[in-house]
């Protein structure tokens, strides 16, 4: 087994690590709270699966990149949620249930939503792949879906043994994830300069900045849980897109770079959007649902 292999494992059992950890520190009904607000449920998968990717492809064949660079950049905006990305949300003012939910949706949305996208993409755009689309939809099912099941399982038939190890397993998967994504970016860093000069970076801060402002207008009308839409449509499932360039491009050196560049890029863009975000934000003491309801009775 390569060193390649082996950290793309690293990388996948991470994130099965992180989203498990996340489904045994829920609550019951969590998961499914937008199908209980199918207009908020409409707006939120507008918003990731259909305006963001959008832009993308729009800028990404627009400018003269390279085509593994556009695939790269395309595939990483067609990925679902994030599993690391909840304790962000929230620490941005979002609230548990509605990050939970768009985590498990937008996941389960991904194995139909990649296949259609590239499938169009195809035909559009002559875009052809080395492997099955399905084949990348099941990173989005080992990644999110099975982990979030079994954790939601688990946090119910033991919700005390969940409470208490919850957090741990979601750090443990964190640390495994630095240890499998260090030794790959750092590899890729001398690659940055070269996709910095030829509109990649130009590609990726409009793209980010432009989902954010589509995720937050299109937000519930509570302001602390519009950061979480915005989050959502502007960052994505890395392992998808990473695995999809090692699959495709395994002798092209600019695609897994791209990927890691667009995440160092709207790392940075989102985490300036959450500082902000929290400077709207009441004392820090103050309870989140008397926030929320606060801001529903201020907004128009």
Known sequence: MTAARLLSLALEASLFLIVLGTGMSGRRGDGTMLFRKPALLLRSILSMQVLAPAIVVVLAWRLSLQPVVKIALVMLALSPVPPFLPKREREAGGQRPYVTSLLAISAALSVFTIPASLALLDSIVGLRLAIPAMEIARQAQFTVVIPLALGVLLQRLAPTVGARWGQFVARSGTALLLVAVVPQLAGAAPAFRLLAGDGTLLVIATSTVLALLIGHLLGPPVHDDRSVLALCTAFRHPGIAIALAQAN????????????????VVGLLVLSYAALNRRRLPVSGANPASLSQRGARQSP
């Open 249 to 264: 491009f395994a002798s092209e050196q600019l695609a897994v770079p791209a990927v890691f560049m667009s995440l160092i």
